[in-house]
């Protein structure tokens, strides 16, 4: 059995909520890295499926952590505050990291030593079958706020960051359902560039019925999460204007389909916050 460090240099964090039938994948691409140790914290996010029996063999390997249904962020910020490793890199239990996911992002952060968050590119299944992402979903490398206003175009089953960068952009909002991801990585592209490796070492699957990407609404959490961007004081006068104007285009959007689901009270909502 290989010797674990005193204090791991990589952790992952895998939050999961009702995915028995994915996360020994999930937790079996992590442990099969190239990367000698890995520190692997499985937050189970109040499973009411067999997740814990199918769990059970790798309970000597992985660090398993049980809650109440509180939601993903707050299932990845347990992982982030119970972690001890300098870099944080996290998996999606419907997703797959390729054996040289890890080695590949610890080899850049070494030979770049300033940089604070970085990224690979995917491979997107979805039913089963590969597919090739469109144009807009084209992930760019280095300062990439601006295109990040109009869709989230970090991964968080990608990424790798260093622990020490939560001190100064604050966890995943909680109060999110959805969307957290696109509020942290707008929080973390106002000021830093994210890189990007361009090697597809993660598999990103979808297509499946309780992706949170399958939600109608969430535009409205993109809504929510640019309005709160809107209170952060530095922000540059082009990106404030910038935000503005996404957030005027989202919630004339938001507000057009509320009103053709009859929701006039919902819509008018929309409408005033579209005069900030």
Known sequence: METKPEKPLVSAIIPTFNRGWAIADAVESVLNQTYPYIETIVIDDGSTDDTHEIL???????????????????ARNRGIKESLGQFTAFLDSDDLWKKDKI???????????????????????????????????KKPSGMMFEPSLELCLVSPSAVMIKKELFKITGLFDESLPACEDYDLW???????????????????????????????SLDKYRIQSLDKLLKNETLTEKQRNRVKKILKKKCRIYANGCIKRGKKDEAGHYLTLMTK
């Open 186 to 216: 707008l929080r973390i592209t106002a000021f830093l560039p994210v890189f990007l490796i361009d090697r597809q070492c993660t598999i990103k699957k979808g297509g499946h019925k309780d992706q949170l990407s399958n939600n109608h």
């Open 103 to 137: 080695t590949c992002q610890v080899d850049f952060f070494q030979n770049n030593p300033d940089a604070m968050i970085c990224q690979t590119q995917e491979i997107w299944i979805r039913n089963g079958i590969r597919v090739n992402p469109g144009a807009r979903h």
């Open 56 to 74: 059970l063999p790798y309970l000597d390997r992985i660090t398993y952590l049980k809650q109440e249904n509180k939601g993903v962020s707050a």
